[in-house]
């Protein structure tokens, strides 16, 4: 018998993550390592799990996750992002919950261009007049 997978795609500045949910007992694992050794801070390993806490689903899904881009912070986002798609795979009725929770959105902001003539995006060489 053909195992269940859902599958759910996450993305926050640079960072894409591929997620996908099994039937199991609450295993999670990022880039083949566990979540808790792939991220050094407790609070990014809060932030990417919290659709699981948000829908009350936290030891029935063994999560397998690929990331990459960008750094640890967007990672995490990422990983959050997808999550909460999958877990809409898994059933519709987690919507309303994800979605007060504000982790179905992906968040917009991204790092501005650099112009020309400027030494960064906004900053420019500082003015005299005399």
Do not use: C
Not at 16 to 42: C, H, M, Q, T
Not at 97 to 124: C, F, I, N, T, W
């Amino acid at each position: 018998m053909a195992e269940v997978n859902y599958y759910g795609t996450g993305r926050r500045k640079t960072s894409i993550a591929r997620v996908w949910l099994r039937p199991g007992d609450g295993k999670v694992s990022i880039n083949n390592r566990e979540a808790a050794e792939y991220f050094p801070r407790d609070s990014w390993v809060v932030h990417a799990l919290g659709p699981l806490d948000t829908t009350n689903t936290k030891g029935k899904f063994n999560v397998l996750v690929t990331v990459q881009g960008g750094g640890l912070t967007g990672q995490a986002g990422a990983v959050r992002h997808g999550i909460a798609r999958a877990l809409l795979t898994v059933d519709e009725s987690n919507r309303p919950s994800l979605k007060a929770a504000g982790q179905l959105r992906r968040d917009p902001r991204m790092v501005e261009r650099k112009k020309y003539g400027l030494k960064k995006a906004r900053k420019g060489k500082q003015f005299s007049k005399r």
